[in-house]
């Protein structure tokens, strides 16, 4: 593959809700231009984007692919972004790398969530965006409903630049708007020009009337010549439009079928005529050597930058670090710094990835996207430089985790397995985190949602050959009393010589600190205990607290006095003082009204004010108690509420049902509280089955 200068770069990235068919319009675009000779299909397991056999077996794309494309002289590089939320890690990497966006809708479909997140996404990161409208060859195909939806959600920014041609209810071709031009569908792409039909023309004006408004506003003197009644030239058009389009005043909307590869030369050539070059982006690091700003801003003079947007970590195609070229020129032989592991490597290939094909190349200019293998102690967001100009660029800040379950391996002895499995996945997606419950004797396995937590089961099973299952996970409860008592333990054993004995008469009551789990002191007068044993005692109560005996799990906010007791001046140790304690301790728990604790998160949901009752039903249904709603500018409402952790499992499946993946939570721990009567007596089951299960086990 040629090297490209920034000039003739652009880098797009594909956002739209799962199934709108970003993946297919890949497929056409790349077999328009000639990468392939057969349009491949998503059903069929053959397209170039969703390579991997999870994505084959589900029918959707489940990781960030990149094609790119030559149209003419420049080099398209195309992100195609899964559009289910679970993989929302995803298309946040893809989003730093590029510097435009392609939103795609369903004409049969028509805007859904994914739509309007991909805006959203688009508004967040500052993109030149363009919408495809694709399935214009269905029956029940409606480029009018999704215009007017969008006009209806983003107002006068929203731009047609096409309006279907349709004969006998079949979509032939389409109306240029900015040349006013008919143009009917020969093979694939390719058109002749036609008349525009009489029975568009209404729509066709519309179009035209709204797109010449925005070239007017664009700059004062195109105004007064708009409002002297002057025609604009093509070029002014066409300049002023550019312009509009890279600063998000004009987003424009282009139709087709990607099904049928119709509409994408027209794509291809909005994407090289409007989209900008990456040099229009600003970018700034730090140099380490001197603490100094660097910019940048994909200045192919300047030292090479490179920085890694997304980890490949596949057993069948090898590790690869996706990066984009920030400044200078990254050769194949180079030697590269990673400032932030301080590690130097040599380059021995350098590549440029097309979905799994790896096509080799000798140097990448500032502003490309490319591909090195085996770089050992690189991971997504570090920095690659020279070691003379050593560059770091901000981390990205990807959404965070908050659904888990717990996880066990099925084979015990495939422990070590799993684990280099699972950091493996973990470099490859940065929404996974695996943490070690000590406390809890479980493992917990978090994501963004339960669809990809399995996946990640099935990854591992298909991909790297061990097997794990996925359960509920244990709740960190704890349990405290609620009253004070004085109970004596004794610890009497007697046994050939030297036998063991340890007398303590100690108080229980609550400390008020629940942050605590336990505060000890003494209060013996006359040496009935000797000092030397007082630490054996507080021993003892510290092992006792561990574990409950209500339910087995940790005690908090105990008051401990030692008030009494008796030893022997033979038998008397530390031990039996120890002993004699827990034996105290278990007595005196259950005498002073043990209650379980309940784990207490502050949530936080984001919501469009329509859902607000559904959410605070649920959550009153969940024991939540809704502490207030804050109005947010863009129509939604946050919605605080106090909730058991208990009750926030499946919760990310339940939002999404509810709002049809619009809503977003997350949450913090807040405190304990007293849980229910009838909770308590739940989890005393749970946890006596449990702890019988693992004693089987």
């Given at each position: 593959m040629e090297t490209y200068k920034y000039e003739k770069i652009r880098n797009v990235v594909l956002l739209g809700h799962g199934g709108s068919g970003k993946t297919t319009l890949v497929e056409a675009i790349a077999y328009t231009t000639g990468i392939t000779n057969r349009q491949g299909k998503v059903e069929e397991g053959n397209t170039i984007s969703d390579y991997d056999k999870e994505e084959n077996k589900r029918l959707f794309s489940i990781s960030t692919t990149v094609v790119p494309i030559i149209w003419e002289d420049t080099k398209i590089n195309l992100l195609d972004t899964p559009g289910y939320f679970d993989f929302v890690g995803e298309v946040e990497e893809a989003l730093l790398a590029c510097d435009a966006a392609i939103i795609v809708v369903s004409a049969k479909s028509g805007v859904e969530i994914g739509t309007m997140k991909a805006w959203d996404y688009c508004e967040k990161y500052k993109l030149p965006r363009m919408f495809f409208v694709t399935d214009m060859d269905d029956d029940n195909a409606s480029f009018r409903a999704v215009v007017e939806r969008l006009d209806e959600l983003y107002g006068k920014k929203i731009a047609p630049f096409h309006s279907p041609i349709r004969e006998n209810e079949k979509f032939v071709g389409f109306v240029n708007v900015v040349k006013m031009a008919g143009r009917r569908f020969t093979k694939l792409s390719d058109y002749v020009d036609?008349?525009?039909?009489?029975?568009?023309?209404?729509?066709?004006?519309?179009?035209?009337?709204?797109?010449?408004?925005?070239?007017?506003?664009?700059?004062?003197?195109?105004?007064?010549?708009?409002?002297?009644?002057?025609?604009?030239?093509?070029?002014?058009?066409?300049?002023?439009?550019?312009?509009?389009?890279?600063?998000?005043?004009?987003?424009?909307?282009?139709?087709?079928?990607?099904?049928?590869?119709?509409?994408?030369?027209?794509?291809?050539?909005?994407?090289?005529?409007?989209?900008?070059?990456?040099?229009?982006?600003?970018?700034?690091?730090v140099n380490t050597k001197t603490d100094e700003n660097f910019a940048a801003d994909y200045d192919a003079n300047k030292p090479m930058t490179a920085y890694v947007f997304k980890t490949i970590a596949d057993p069948f195609i090898g590790k690869f670090s996706l990066i984009k070229i920030c400044s200078g020129v990254l050769k194949s032989d180079s030697v590269i710094y990673n400032a932030d592991k301080d590690t130097e490597e040599k380059l021995s290939r350098l590549y440029v990835l097309r979905g799994k094909e790896q096509i080799e190349v000798?140097?990448?200019?500032?502003?490309?996207?490319?591909?090195?293998?085996?770089?050992?102690?690189?991971?997504?967001?570090?920095?690659?430089?020279?070691?003379?100009?050593?560059?770091?660029y901000a981390r990205p800040k990807l959404s965070v985790p908050y659904a888990y379950q717990r996880f066990r391996t099925k084979n015990k002895g495939d422990d070590d397995k799993v684990s280099q499995a699972l950091q493996k996945l973990m470099e490859e997606d940065l929404t996974l985190r695996v943490v070690n419950d000590k406390e809890n004797r479980q493992t917990l396995l978090y994501g963004i949602g339960e669809q990809q937590l399995d996946v990640v089961v099935s990854k591992m099973l298909q991909r790297y050959k061990v097997d794990i299952e996925i359960m509920k996970p244990r709740v960190p409860y704890r349990e405290t009393i609620r009253k004070k008592v004085?109970?004596?333990?004794?610890?009497?054993?007697?046994?050939?010589?030297?036998?063991?004995?340890g007398d303590v008469h100690i108080e229980f009551e609550p400390s008020g600190d629940m942050d605590l789990p336990y505060v000890f002191e003494e209060n013996v007068f006359g040496g009935v205990v000797p000092k030397n044993f007082f630490p054996a005692v507080e021993k003892g109560i510290a092992e006792s607290v561990l574990k409950g005996p209500l339910a087995g799990y940790p005690v908090v906010g105990l008051k401990a006095t030692l008030v009494d007791g008796s030893y022997h001046p033979v038998d008397s140790s530390e031990m039996a003082f120890k002993m004699a304690t827990i034996q105290a301790f278990k007595q005196g728990i259950m005498e002073a009204t043990p209650i379980l604790l309940e784990p207490i998160v502050t949530l936080k949901v984001l919501v469009p004010d329509k859902f607000t009752g559904d959410i605070m039903g649920d959550l009153n249904r969940r024991r939540g108690r809704v502490l207030g709603m804050n109005p947010l500018h863009n129509g939604k409402q946050e919605i605080v509420a106090d909730i058991p952790l208990s009750e926030t499992f499946g919760y990310a499946t339940d939002l999404r049902s509810m709002t049809g993946g619009i809503g977003e939570y997350s949450y913090e721990f807040a405190r304990y509280e007293q849980a229910p009567s009838d909770v308590q007596q739940k989890v005393i089951e749970e946890s006596e089955k449990y702890a019988n299960s693992e004693e089987v086990g």
């Amino acid at each position: 593959m040629e090297t490209y200068k920034y000039e003739k770069i652009r880098n797009v990235v594909l956002l739209g809700h799962g199934g709108s068919g970003k993946t297919t319009l890949v497929e056409a675009i790349a077999y328009t231009t000639g990468i392939t000779n057969r349009q491949g299909k998503v059903e069929e397991g053959n397209t170039i984007s969703d390579y991997d056999k999870e994505e084959n077996k589900r029918l959707f794309s489940i990781s960030t692919t990149v094609v790119p494309i030559i149209w003419e002289d420049t080099k398209i590089n195309l992100l195609d972004t899964p559009g289910y939320f679970d993989f929302v890690g995803e298309v946040e990497e893809a989003l730093l790398a590029c510097d435009a966006a392609i939103i795609v809708v369903s004409a049969k479909s028509g805007v859904e969530i994914g739509t309007m997140k991909a805006w959203d996404y688009c508004e967040k990161y500052k993109l030149p965006r363009m919408f495809f409208v694709t399935d214009m060859d269905d029956d029940n195909a409606s480029f009018r409903a999704v215009v007017e939806r969008l006009d209806e959600l983003y107002g006068k920014k929203i731009a047609p630049f096409h309006s279907p041609i349709r004969e006998n209810e079949k979509f032939v071709g389409f109306v240029n708007v900015v040349k006013m031009a008919g143009r009917r569908f020969t093979k694939l792409s390719d058109y002749v020009d036609c008349e525009i039909p009489e029975y568009s023309m209404e729509y066709v004006n519309k179009y035209r009337e709204s797109l010449l408004d925005a070239v007017a506003e664009s700059s004062e003197e195109l105004m007064e010549k708009y409002f002297e009644g002057e025609e604009f030239t093509p070029q002014e058009i066409s300049t002023a439009l550019r312009s509009s389009v890279i600063d998000c005043s004009i987003v424009p909307v282009l139709m087709g079928s990607g099904l049928y590869a119709q509409g994408t030369r027209m794509i291809l050539e909005a994407i090289e005529k409007y989209f900008p070059s990456p040099n229009k982006g600003v970018l700034t690091g730090v140099n380490t050597k001197t603490d100094e700003n660097f910019a940048a801003d994909y200045d192919a003079n300047k030292p090479m930058t490179a920085y890694v947007f997304k980890t490949i970590a596949d057993p069948f195609i090898g590790k690869f670090s996706l990066i984009k070229i920030c400044s200078g020129v990254l050769k194949s032989d180079s030697v590269i710094y990673n400032a932030d592991k301080d590690t130097e490597e040599k380059l021995s290939r350098l590549y440029v990835l097309r979905g799994k094909e790896q096509i080799e190349v000798k140097e990448l200019y500032a502003g490309d996207i490319g591909a090195i293998g085996k770089l050992s102690n690189t991971v997504t967001g570090d920095t690659l430089s020279t070691k003379a100009t050593p560059i770091v660029y901000a981390r990205p800040k990807l959404s965070v985790p908050y659904a888990y379950q717990r996880f066990r391996t099925k084979n015990k002895g495939d422990d070590d397995k799993v684990s280099q499995a699972l950091q493996k996945l973990m470099e490859e997606d940065l929404t996974l985190r695996v943490v070690n419950d000590k406390e809890n004797r479980q493992t917990l396995l978090y994501g963004i949602g339960e669809q990809q937590l399995d996946v990640v089961v099935s990854k591992m099973l298909q991909r790297y050959k061990v097997d794990i299952e996925i359960m509920k996970p244990r709740v960190p409860y704890r349990e405290t009393i609620r009253k004070k008592v004085r109970v004596q333990g004794k610890y009497k054993k007697q046994s050939g010589g030297h036998g063991q004995y340890g007398d303590v008469h100690i108080e229980f009551e609550p400390s008020g600190d629940m942050d605590l789990p336990y505060v000890f002191e003494e209060n013996v007068f006359g040496g009935v205990v000797p000092k030397n044993f007082f630490p054996a005692v507080e021993k003892g109560i510290a092992e006792s607290v561990l574990k409950g005996p209500l339910a087995g799990y940790p005690v908090v906010g105990l008051k401990a006095t030692l008030v009494d007791g008796s030893y022997h001046p033979v038998d008397s140790s530390e031990m039996a003082f120890k002993m004699a304690t827990i034996q105290a301790f278990k007595q005196g728990i259950m005498e002073a009204t043990p209650i379980l604790l309940e784990p207490i998160v502050t949530l936080k949901v984001l919501v469009p004010d329509k859902f607000t009752g559904d959410i605070m039903g649920d959550l009153n249904r969940r024991r939540g108690r809704v502490l207030g709603m804050n109005p947010l500018h863009n129509g939604k409402q946050e919605i605080v509420a106090d909730i058991p952790l208990s009750e926030t499992f499946g919760y990310a499946t339940d939002l999404r049902s509810m709002t049809g993946g619009i809503g977003e939570y997350s949450y913090e721990f807040a405190r304990y509280e007293q849980a229910p009567s009838d909770v308590q007596q739940k989890v005393i089951e749970e946890s006596e089955k449990y702890a019988n299960s693992e004693e089987v086990g």
